[in-house]
């Protein structure tokens, strides 16, 4: 509509803009006395009906709207060629007119603000209550914007600031109760165990761990078959499956293995499958496939299509790498399925169904659950603890049905098959004697640069000796055999990017042909062997047991819980990974947040674009970086990227590649919501050399650097020329209320919400954070906090304003303390803050409204934390370890956590500065030790970060040698047997308890976002924002890992120590909760977070955006364009339980260049369900609880659902059309995957 008026009004001026002038006048007239009646009624009758009220609401803004339209008018004879020859007196009169009016507009607004109040009142009785209710203060978003008519600035600039009508303290409202989680899903909770019949916790405390020597196997035992167990009637069925493992990055960046290994192995595959129909080959990584795919012709790519179809050549998983299981968060491990699937579908029509993880260090169920959600019937695993292997060897148990610990009735069964031996290489996958194997292993032939470490060389296969060879082998082939309980055998053949030229084809191919021609010719030795691929292996098995794929082979067991942490031999645990590279962990994890954001606001608004038919909106820019930043994240979730054990050149790589994904990501975050708030989005313009509208949230210089925030420049605009605009962008689907801080160069301001009510501000100094104790705070610069209150994906606009110093009471100047230890004093002076430096040793406290902590004078360290609305303390003393490594033999590495013992105090010593911040809104204690900068903070938020304290830690441990630092906080949680729990990928809580008997380094597990220790009154969570390792080592404590500085290698093949540590940051929330009702089982296989953990949690990982303004022009070419105060991209928040895990823009495939990174009318939309533990309460949730429904119809505002159909988790199958407008019940732990089409 406003576009129409406006066209109206330019054809109108250009005709007579001086009878338009005069018609004006009158017309203003009018106005002005309409809006005084009605400013005059409402201030009357402040007790009038609803019904009067909305008469009265309506009015206003019908008042508004043509304020709107006579300001468009005035703007384009401003505009106008003609304005020079304009009657300047009448001009004059009309902007004295007009500036009457828009006072009188600012009263009203006032009035309207406070009908809107009251209406909310009348409606919602019950109302927020346990929201901030802030004063009610005149606007200041009726401030022009820059670029608007000068006049009209003035006319705001002359108006005196208002006082604000509130008590000067900051108060916050008390907790309410807060939801609770629906008794449907407590029942389910209480019912969720697991009835598999082998459980891994169970094995873990019946086994033994005690290593015995078995001989030419040796973490085995002597394997033997009765001679008539395959006879010429029943024979073994040998599937020998050549395969190559390409690893994105290790030794060498995924670029130079592209260009030096990788690619030759995928120019070299299909001339030699197509000379014989029986050869076969089977590929995993996506990253590289499409890459190789992207170089090659046509009639390349139709010879490949036709090998895939006739079954010769498999991409197994077919995810973009092999992902790491520990580290990684299940959006990543997700994301990066769905990435190589999605590529795959559309490229090449092709479905994988068979997981293929040979070389990941661990395996977690959640990639169990994926895949079976992703339709795959079968699975392979192998790196999985010696012990462990050895037990499911001896019972034939080592293909089982991996089933979620949290499902009783079996629903997620995935066939899984563990390879039994050592390794994937050839060596250890033939039988269980790698010296007879490796001479099966034909590159080895003593022509090659390859040898045998058992110093017995291959010999190629000839007539004379195929009789002995083929018995040799069979052998082999039989007693692995034995390990299983079917009569088909697989053999992997194939190790580290092999298969790079046709000789190596020719050497595996030629030579096996041999000896299975041999068993054809001698049926009497029971035994027939072909060329195969994963899933020609799993048919034969689905065959052999006339299972239906999918369903449970005969006398398969079922078998729950994880394979953390993995021993390949010894003691040789590797969980030193899961802290391997922190900085680089935690980049990912950031990438991770922003990606996820940038792809829910990129798809709601290029629907919005497609609504409005807007080809101003950069789709194809757009869809590029989203891409970029989809790879960047995928690339890293590789087995040697996120897990931290890659070469320092490659590590380098990875985090460039990061960094520059995540400027995609932001940028994209930073347009969107500049173009959702133009409120002409044809006013919206992107120019990418000119940078976002919108500054980012915040940046890094390089990729292991630490952040920065932009800083808003406030100082030099004049006092209440309108104040500078900072963008807010919640990408969680449910409301919150939380403490956020922009960076400015002025420490006197007044913040206003997107209602134009006043905000408590507190103004906090910096200081630099490289200079650790010694730097002096930084001048002119300020960190300013305010509680933003956002509802779910909401895009908010907030103003700060310059004011003079004590103009503003609601802006509160924070109090600063040093407590100076054993270093020089530090003579901090600053004309803002006061600070007081005092030496004494008495313990502190700092206190809100919800919680109050106890600290040491001394050291600076936490001690207790009371929670007041129950009045009770719970002990929490944080310490911080050390850990040295060995003084003989193996020593710890990238992937190896070989300490020297237990672990010590990091300092004995007192900390050389400990420097409190304290006010209204917060308040924070920072200690400075030997390689730590610490900081606890506690928000005085009514919000989840009100609910726990807030951890941030700068670890810097350079100039140290052998050298692993974490924290240890000891609570008086009663965990007696030392059962703790700690997450899989963010999916799901796993149960984890100490023994001795795996020593140290064996009892120290992944820990991607959370730990807790409960026992049957409460519990105590560690939340994090990065993934480390974590443990129980000590009764009542947990330990968490932060940095690992190894000066040499570990003897896996990376060949060096872990020696590039730089400053890292990281984050942490402390959550301590006292059960309502006590429970009986306090150690239950399947446990939940409580409703605040899950919420506390997502808080964490995915902070709000805060995006200052960039300084750059709104609008296309220059020309000014309002922006609106708030977009509100849900018709409402989903309930507490449902978890929006994506909304991710489909691609049209890349093959034809008129569709490349053109977004398909479509997108995935990805939502979890999130039961919870039923024994804690909630308070601080704004959120209500349902019972798992979702309706895709009506989540987003403003787009509409064409067609919306429930498919697999990666879109390789629709399950089920959804009629438009029906809810989806979405079982508790499930994501519920919808392809819908919104515009
Ligand atoms: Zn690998």
Redesign the pocket.
């Given at each position: 509509m406003c576009l129409i008026l406006r066209g109206t009004v330019e054809i109108f001026a250009t005709k007579n803009s001086l009878s338009i002038l005069r018609w004006f006048e009158t017309y203003i007239d009018l106005l002005y006395h309409i809006s005084s009646t009605a400013t005059a009624v409402a201030l009357k009758e402040p007790m009038v009906s609803t019904m009067k009220r909305l008469t009265l609401l309506w009015g206003a803004l019908l008042f508004m709207v043509t304020m709107l339209m006579l300001y468009m008018m005035l703007d384009t004879m401003a505009m106008s060629p003609r304005q020079g020859k304009m009657d300047t007196e009448v001009m004059n009169m009309l902007e004295s007119k007009l500036s009457k009016v828009e006072k009188d507009m600012n009263n009203n607004r006032l009035i309207v603000q406070q009908i809107k109040a009251e209406m909310g009142s009348l409606l919602n009785p019950a109302g927020d209550a346990q929201q901030v209710q802030p004063p009610v203060v005149a606007g200041a978003d009726d401030v022009k914007k820059p670029g608007e008519i000068v006049q009209m600035n003035q006319a705001v600039v002359e108006k005196p600031m208002p006082k604000p009508r509130v008590e000067e303290a900051y108060s916050v409202a008390a907790h309410s109760k807060g939801p609770e989680t629906s008794a449907d899903v407590c029942k389910w909770v209480s019912e969720a165990k697991s009835t598999a019949d082998i459980n891994i916790h169970n094995l873990f405390s019946s086994l033994a761990f005690d290593n015995p020597n078995g001989g030419a196997w040796t973490q085995g035992w002597k394997v033997s078959y009765p001679k008539d167990r395959w006879t010429a009637d029943k024979k073994l069925k040998i599937i020998l499956v050549p395969h190559t493992?390409c690893?994105p990055g290790?030794i060498k960046t995924y670029e130079v293995y592209y260009r030096t290994e990788t690619k030759h192995i995928l120019d070299s595959f299909v001339p030699k499958l197509e000379e014989n129909s029986k050869y076969k080959f089977m590929f995993t990584e996506m990253s590289y496939f499409s890459w190789w795919w992207s170089e090659i012709d046509d009639s390349l790519r139709e010879r490949v299509k036709k090998l895939i179809r006739n079954g010769q050549f498999e991409i197994s998983t077919g995810g973009w790498v092999?992902t790491d299981e520990a580290n990684a968060h299940y959006y990543a491990m997700l994301d990066q399925l769905i990435e190589g699937h999605q590529w795959l579908n559309s490229t090449l029509g092709y479905v994988p169904k068979s997981g293929w993880s040979i070389?990941p260090f661990g395996y977690s169920s959640t990639m169990a659950y994926l895949l079976k959600r992703s339709n795959f019937n079968s699975m392979l695993i192998q790196r999985v603890h010696y012990s462990i292997k050895k037990h499911l060897a001896k019972n034939t148990e080592l293909e089982f049905m991996w089933r979620q610990h949290w499902d009783p009735k079996g629903s997620t069964d995935m066939y899984t098959h563990m390879m039994p031996f050592y390794s994937y290489d050839v060596p250890h996958t033939c039988g269980p004697e790698p010296a007879i194997c490796c001479q099966f292993d034909f590159r080895r032939l003593p022509s090659s640069p390859y040898r045998c470490p058992w110093h017995i060389d291959p010999k190629a296969i000839t007539s004379l000796n195929v009789a002995e060879r083929a018995r040799t082998i069979l052998d082999q082939w039989k007693k692995k055999a034995t390990l299983y309980k079917t009569n088909v055998v697989l053999v992997p053949l194939g190790d580290d990017f092999r298969y790079q030229g046709r000789e190596e084809f020719d050497l595996q191919f030629e030579n096996y042909e041999k000896i299975f021609r041999y068993l054809d010719e001698n049926p009497e030795l029971g035994a027939q062997g072909k060329f195969g691929t994963l899933s020609d292996y799993f048919a034969a098995v689905y065959e052999e047991t006339k299972t239906k794929p999918g369903r449970t082979p005969t006398d398969f067991p079922s078998l729950s819980g994880d394979f953390f942490s993995y021993a390949d031999r010894d003691d040789h645990y590797w969980s030193g990974y899961y802290t391997s590279r922190p900085l680089q962990k935690n980049l990912d994890r950031v990438l991770e947040h922003n990606l996820r954001s940038a792809e829910i606001i990129l798809s709601l608004s290029q629907a919005r674009a497609w609504r409005e038919k807007l080809a101003n909106f950069p789709s194809r820019l757009m869809a590029r970086k989203m891409e970029g930043s989809r790879r960047a994240l995928a690339l890293f979730q590789h087995?040697?990227g996120i897990t931290g054990t890659a070469k320092d050149h490659v590590v380098e790589d990875y985090g460039k590649r990061m960094l520059d994904g995540l400027h995609e990501a932001k940028r994209i975050v930073a347009e969107c919501s500049a173009f959702l708030l133009h409120e002409d989005k044809k006013m919206y313009n992107y120019l990418e050399s000119d940078g976002p509208e919108y500054g980012h949230d915040e940046t890094r210089q390089s990729h292991n650097s630490l952040p920065e925030k932009p800083v808003l420049r406030v100082k030099d605009m004049l006092v209440s020329s309108g104040g500078a605009p900072v963008i807010l962008y919640n990408s969680l689907a449910q409301p919150r209320v939380e403490v956020v801080s922009v960076h400015t160069d002025w420490p006197y301001v007044k913040v206003t919400g997107p209602d134009g009510v006043s905000l408590h501000s507190q103004v906090e100094p910096l200081w630099p954070v490289e200079k650790g104790p010694d730097g002096g705070l930084i001048l002119g610069v300020y960190s300013v906090k305010f509680v933003a209150n956002l509802t779910g994906l909401a895009v908010t606009k907030y103003l700060v304003h310059k004011m003079e110093s004590g103009q503003d009471n609601l802006n509160h100047i924070s109090q600063v303390t040093l407590l100076n230890k054993n270093s020089p004093a530090v003579d901090e002076k600053s004309p803002v803050f006061q600070i007081e430096t005092k030496s004494e040793d008495a313990d502190f406290t700092l206190e809100t409204k919800f919680l109050k902590a106890t600290f040491s004078g001394i050291t600076g360290r936490l001690k207790s934390v009371t929670s007041l609305s129950d009045g009770v303390t719970h002990k929490s003393e944080l310490e911080f370890i050390q850990y040295g490594t060995r003084a003989h033999k193996d020593k710890s590495g990238a992937y190896l956590f070989l300490p020297d013992g237990e672990a010590r105090p990091l300092v004995t010593d007192r900390p050389s500065l400990i420097r409190i911040v304290k006010g209204p809104l917060g308040s924070e204690v920072t200690i400075f030790t030997a390689y730590i900068q610490h900081t606890v903070r506690l928000h005085n938020s009514p919000g989840t970060d009100g609910s726990s304290l807030d951890i941030s830690n700068i670890v810097d441990i350079r100039g140290s040698r052998n050298l692993e630092v974490g924290m240890r906080l000891h609570t008086d949680v009663k965990n007696s047997d030392q059962t703790f729990y700690s997450d899989l990928n963010g999916f799901q809580m796993q149960r984890r308890k100490y023994y001795s008997k795996l020593t140290l380094q064996g009892n120290v597990y992944p820990m991607p976002t959370m730990a807790y220790l409960q026992d049957e009154s409460s519990r105590v969570s560690v939340l994090s924002s990065q993934s480390s390792g974590v443990a129980n080592l000590v009764k009542g404590a947990i330990d968490v890992m932060f940095d690992r500085r190894l000066n040499q290698d570990d003897n896996r093949g990376l060949g060096q120590g872990v020696l590039d540590n730089r400053p890292t940051p990281s984050r942490y929330r402390l959550l301590f909760e006292t059960r309502h009702t006590k429970v009986q089982e306090t150690a239950p296989e399947a446990s939940f977070p409580s409703l605040l953990g899950q919420q506390s949690s997502l808080a964490l990982i995915h902070p709000m955006f805060v995006m200052p303004h960039a300084g750059r022009k709104s609008g296309a070419q220059g020309q000014k364009s309002n922006l609106m105060n708030q977009v509100l991209l849900m018709k409402s928040p989903l309930p507490c339980e449902m978890h929006l895990l994506n909304l991710r823009l489909l691609l049209h495939s890349s093959v034809t260049a008129e569709l490349d990174h053109i977004p398909r009318e479509s997108s995935l939309l990805l939502v979890r369900h999130l039961p919870s533990d039923c024994s804690f309460p909630a308070a601080s949730l704004t959120c209500t609880t349902g019972n798992g429904q979702v309706n895709p119809a009506d989540i987003f505002a403003d787009v509409e659902l064409r067609r919306s159909t429930i498919t697999s988790l990666t879109m390789t199958s629709d399950l089920a059309e959804l009629k438009l407008g029906t809810a989806v019940q979405v079982p508790p732990m499930e994501i519920l995957a919808v392809k819908v089409e919104l515009s």
């Open positions: 493992h690893d290790w092999m070389d087995h040697d």
